[in-house]
């Protein structure tokens, strides 16, 4: 009985590592070497022997000319147009400043707020500036926005 139990383990092993390798599978699964097909290149002196309808495409549609763009203003509007440009940036940089500084500003409160163990002046005193603080803060995001809305407006159409 024993030396069949290790005959058939024997089949069983040799079956398991007779398994094609993956890329054994994949070259099987192609079918082989691919063999050559002959392609014909059809020539307009092919299409003249032919007998069938022939057919001209439609003519290819012109590309639309670019917008005419208006005349450039005179020298006075654009020299107005870039001190508006300047002023605008200038308004936005200094919105953009002050939100900062009061974002440090409300950042600093919160941290005395938890910093002071009188709960009398934190609550009063701290709890005010810290509301204030925060109002000013919304009006200043606000100045922000428009400023930057105004500079995009005035900003040439080609940047945007």
């Known amino acids: 009985m024993r030396p069949f139990i290790a005959i058939a383990v024997l089949l069983v092993a040799t079956a ?4 094609d390798s993956p890329l054994v599978k ?7 070497p691919k063999k050559k097909t002959t392609k ?12 069938g309808k022939k057919a001209t495409p439609p003519p290819a549609a012109k590309p639309a000319a670019p917008p005419v763009t208006a005349p450039a203003g005179s ?8 001190h508006d440009r300047a002023a605008a ?26 910093a002071e163990n ?24 606000k100045e922000l926005a428009d400023a930057r809305d105004a500079l995009e407006k005035l900003k040439p159409a080609a940047t945007r």
């Open 75 to 82: 020298i006075a509007e654009q020299d107005k147009l870039l």
């Open 89 to 114: 940036k200038i308004r936005s940089e200094a919105a953009q400043a002050k939100v900062s500084d009061l974002e440090k500003e409300l950042d600093r409160i919160e941290q005395a707020y938890y």
């Open 26 to 32: 994949a070259a099987k699964a192609s079918g082989g």
């Open 16 to 19: 398991g590592l007779a398994d």
């Open 40 to 51: 014909k290149v059809i020539t307009n002196a092919d299409l003249e022997k032919s007998s």
């Open 118 to 141: 009188d709960p009398n002046y934190r609550d009063k005193t701290i709890a005010e500036r810290f509301e204030q603080t925060k109002k000013q803060l919304e009006t200043a995001r």
